[in-house]
Antibody, heavy 117, light 107 residues
């Protein structure tokens, strides 16, 4: 079945970097863009960015533009999100989600990133 | 950037009630709107795309309508498993954006 499986929880210090991965299976990896969305504790959903696994082109939300990089690896069907210069307010659950050009139809299970001093 | 405003932010309803949630866009987005349901500790689930297209496996008591700047999600007869938070999301342009959410709780 189609699924996205994310890497495990992370705890980081302010100023550090974190990488969260998302491995796709059950479909042709290059055929669908992948989003990253985050959710701070008790808050709503916030769009971070998107990558086209076929070609690697990306679009990021303005607020993350200078701190985020999303890459894809077709050999492992994996998309990775790197967030640098972490702040306390980056504490959130990070989700990857597949985009069939009509919303986000398949989601990863979420990865909790905790930034704490 | 396109802002999405949902109303209400919170509603209290009983099993069997008809519930309507509204999502207003700050500019026209044609029918490029999706609705999601999220329960605590879980990833969001896509219910409706293209403003009114029900996803496979989603109960028919859910329906969506609207175009341009005003959209609605309706649950015709609320069931116990429907108590959750609902989000709209536009896919008309970048950056993608979500409404702030509507939490549906048991009265």
């Amino acid at each position: 079945q189609v699924q996205l499986v994310q890497s495990g929880a992370e705890v980081k210090r302010p100023g550090a970097s974190v990488t969260v991965s998302c491995q796709a299976s059950g479909y042709t990896f290059e055929n669908h863009w992948i989003h990253w969305v985050r959710q701070a504790p008790g808050q709503g959903l916030e769009w971070v960015g998107i990558i086209n696994p076929s070609g690697g082109n990306t679009v990021y939300a303005q607020k993350f533009q200078d701190r985020v990089t999303v890459i894809s690896d077709s050999s492992t069907s994996t998309v990775s999100l790197e967030l640098r210069s972490l702040r306390l307010e980056d504490t959130a659950v990070y989700y990857c989600a597949r985009d069939p050009d009509s919303g986000m139809d398949v989601w990863g299970q979420g990865t909790t990133v905790t930034v704490s001093s | 950037d396109i802002q999405l405003t949902q109303s209400p932010s919170f509603l209290s309803a009983s099993v069997g009630d008809r519930v309507t949630i509204t999502c207003r866009a700050s500019q026209g987005i044609s029918k490029y709107l999706a609705w999601y349901q999220q329960t605590p500790g879980k990833a969001p689930k896509l219910l409706i795309s293209g403003a009114s297209t029900l996803q496979s496996g989603v109960p028919s008591r859910f329906s969506g309508s609207g175009s341009g700047t005003e959209f609605t999600l309706t649950i015709s007869s609320l069931q116990p498993e429907d108590f959750a938070t609902y989000y709209c999301q536009q896919f008309n342009s970048y950056p993608r954006s979500f409404g702030q959410g509507t939490k549906v709780e048991i009265k």
